[in-house]
């Protein structure tokens, strides 16, 4: 079992930059493929980012593409999202989430592939 907690949320200006972080507790964290997730006031949880056990592969919803860059840390056990050029709809709340996966190469993409979540991280981008 693997815990996860978010952090690096905040409110920031239209075209500013934010990282999240999400840093993940066991010594297995290698075994994980790893998302982003975000679920904005009275919309479903949506997809945003993927990426690999080994980091290789990344996966993005096509909003974020070249806006957003998901990457990961195996020895420090954490998941990253660069978010730049921020846009009003990017405000939500923002979720990492975990699958134990035996496959190095794939990503996940729907939120049902996961087996793990965090309590969210909220980014609020003003105009």
């Known amino acids: 079992q693997v815990q996860l907690v978010e952090s690096g949320g905040g409110l920031v200006q239209a075209g500013g930059s934010l990282r999240l972080s999400c840093a993940a507790s066991?010594?297995?964290?290698?075994?994980?493929?790893l998302g982003w997730f975000r679920q904005a006031p009275g919309k479903e949880r949506e997809f945003v980012a993927a990426?690999?056990?080994?980091?290789?592969?990344?996966y993005y919803t096509d909003s974020v593409k070249g806006r957003f860059t998901i990457s990961r840390d195996n020895a420090k056990n954490t998941v990253y999202l660069q978010m730049n050029s921020l846009k009003p709809e990017d405000t939500a709340v923002y979720y990492c989430?975990?699958?134990?996966?035996?496959?190095?190469?794939?990503?996940?993409?729907?939120?049902?592939?996961?087996?793990?979540w965090g309590q969210g991280t909220q980014v609020t981008v003003s105009s």
């Open positions: 989430a975990a699958n134990r996966t035996p496959y190095s190469g794939r990503v996940y993409y729907t939120a049902l592939s996961y087996d793990y």
């Open positions: 990426i690999t056990r080994s980091g290789e592969g990344t």
């Open positions: 066991g010594r297995t964290f290698s075994s994980y493929a």
